[in-house]
């Protein structure tokens, strides 16, 4: 089973942002909402904390509409997909957000059909740029150790949400397993396999504390790690307590785990 791919959605009506919610769950197409936000603000921390593959944006909303909203993602996360939903009125508004990369405009209400349309070309978007990186790890222009582990560090970030084999992407490049590991150690002071479960682990702590809504398996899916009882391992190795203890405390009454740097840019 693939680890599905993240959206946040913001629509300043709660009916209708709960609706569409609903909609993108049941169509069960590899997408599960990890954000909500009935502002563009609100939507814009949202997409801060979450880093979704996806957003999809009501073009109305209060405090900050969807252009803005746009267009301030489209600075700060340029290729992030995102797909606007609009009211007749606002359609010849709704196009001129193409120049922020807008993947689809949707109009109100959301027809069912036309959603899963969008979100079936959206996922073989996301599943080719994932198939691209992967192919990028044995271009011949990878000419140094340094090189390969910057490759390999974008890789595990762009990706560390998948259940893969990091000793077969490891494989791919042109340099044995063990100098590329020994390399991406002496640049970013761990190993790769350390520095991937940092992310999952990181990423899991902003979900159990951020969505109660997702049942602990469900989290450890979306960190790559279809195994509760293994995800619950690891987690609790890392972290100190176990998903549901950490669910149960305060963020501030955890204490920080020195030895897990939070998943910033080495």
Do not use: C, W
């Not at 109009?107 to 080719?128: A, G, S």
């Not at 972290?239 to 840019?265: F, H, N």
């Amino acid at each position: 089973m693939k680890s599905p791919y993240t959206v946040v959605v913001a629509e300043d009506e709660e009916l209708l942002l709960d609706n569409l919610i609903d909609k993108i769950h049941q169509l069960d197409l590899g997408f599960i909402v990890t954000g909500m936000a009935q502002t563009g603000e609100e939507a814009l921390e949202q997409v801060r904390l979450h880093s979704p593959d996806l957003l999809v944006t009501d073009i109305r909303m209060p405090v900050m509409d969807g252009m803005a909203l746009l267009s301030r993602v489209a600075d700060e996360y340029p290729d992030m997909k995102s797909v606007i939903i609009s009211g007749y009125s606002d359609f010849e508004y709704a196009k001129e957000a193409l120049k922020y990369h807008v993947h689809e405009y949707l109009l109100k209400p959301v027809d069912r059909e036309e959603l899963k349309n969008t979100l079936l070309h959206i996922r073989t978007e996301l599943d080719l740029k994932k198939e691209e990186l992967i192919s990028e790890l044995s271009l011949s222009s990878i000419t140094t150790k340094e090189k390969a582990a910057e490759v390999l560090k974008d890789y595990i970030r762009a990706n560390y949400e998948r259940n893969f084999n990091l000793e077969d992407i490891v494989s791919r490049i042109d340099y044995s397993p063990d100098y590329v590991t020994k390399a991406f150690t002496a640049l970013y002071g761990m190993s790769p396999v350390k520095y991937a479960i940092s992310l999952r682990v990181h990423k899991a702590q902003h979900l159990l504390f951020h969505n109660p809504e997702l049942s602990i398996q469900q989290v450890g899916e979306m960190v790559g790690y279809e195994d509760i009882s293994y995800f619950s391992r690891i987690f609790k190795k890392y972290a100190g307590v176990s998903p549901g203890q950490y669910r149960e405390k305060e963020l501030k009454e955890i204490p920080a785990t020195e030895d897990l740097p939070y998943p910033e840019e080495p």
